[in-house]
């Protein structure tokens, strides 16, 4: 019974999430967006914004808890089969060179909005712990993983959430038009959304729009960065921490090894040795894209105006300087840590 029930909760936001993914399928598929490089995931997540902000609020309230579980569950379960396009080979590739760029990206990134948010922008340290964990690491996934090391009351933990995922909505369409300027080869460029974008699926998506290769070099090293949440959260919890006890501090830390790197590894791991017949790896792959599309839907859905409205404007305005940061301060520690290291 509960598991019916819970899924009559789910389908009316995973049927709306649907119909806008199969639209952006189809409107992807138009040739003028196709010859400029605009995919599926771009357009799912304009439509999901779109859909999110003209949609009656009764509506909203039906479709919450099936988006929910689309930007979490489902983007996930996308994220872990995306592994099926990749090899061994191909993350070997990414080497120290990824995990260097990853700690320096997170270090600068948090040491910057502690500091700009509390001085600059006269926010407490909770909110600028929150906005800076999300931009430094993985979006509003990162928000609430800080939630209970911060011990934040939850309204300053939704205008974090707010405020990373419009930026980090912002950049899919921002890093596909700054490719062809900053002198980066696909890979190179890869390396670069991986370390600076926000959300997992907003890497693919933005590698998408840019190539396969920048898109496969991307989601490595962004995945490489989301596993680095676990050793940020342990020094963020002594930084912030206030005579909680040894259990409290236990259950305020992120599993390890996230059970979507995981299945990505697996993933990745079969895909190389060739184990996965032809037929059903296509299958997969088809799955996986429905995955991320729905999710990125979701995830523009999220993004509206009554977010923003929430989020009031000095976290917008750390946000705004984090992205900054990320766009222009990450792009200079990737060419500095490629010449360092070539």
Known sequence: MTIRIHARQLLP???ALGVLALLATAVAAAPALAHAGIGVLTVAIVLGMLAGNLAPQRWAVRAAPGAAFAQRTLLRLGV?????????????AVGLRGVLIDALVIACTLGL???????WFKLDRDT???????????????????????????????????????????????YPLLFPRLGLDPSQFGIYIGSTVHEVAQVVA???????????????????RVALLAPVMLL????????????????????LLPWFIALFIAAAAVNSFGWVPAPLHDAL???????????????????????????????LLLGALLFGFLLVGGYGINRVVTALLA
């Open 80 to 92: 872990g089969l995306y592994g099926l396009r990749l090899t061994a080979q191909q993350i070997s």
């Open 236 to 255: 963020l919890a002594r930084l912030v921490r206030t005579g909680g006890t040894a259990e409290e501090i236990k259950a305020a830390r992120p599993p």
């Open 206 to 224: 933005a590698g998408k729009a840019v190539s396969p290769q920048a898109a496969d070099q991307a989601v490595v090293v962004k995945l490489i």
């Open 128 to 174: 600028a712990l929150l906005v800076g964990t999300g931009s430094a690491i993985c979006g509003a996934a990162a928000v609430m993983a800080a939630e209970p090391v911060v011990k934040a009351p939850p309204h300053k933990v939704a205008m974090a959430v707010a405020t990373v995922t419009i930026f980090g909505s912002l950049s899919i369409l921002v």
């Open 113 to 119: 909005a502690l500091w700009a948010g509390t001085r």
């Open 285 to 315: 792959l088809r799955l996986d894209a429905a995955l991320l599309a729905l999710a990125m839907a979701a995830l523009g859905w999220a993004s509206s105006l009554r977010m923003m409205r929430q989020a009031g404007i000095r976290p």
């Open 13 to 15: 936001g995973l049927a």
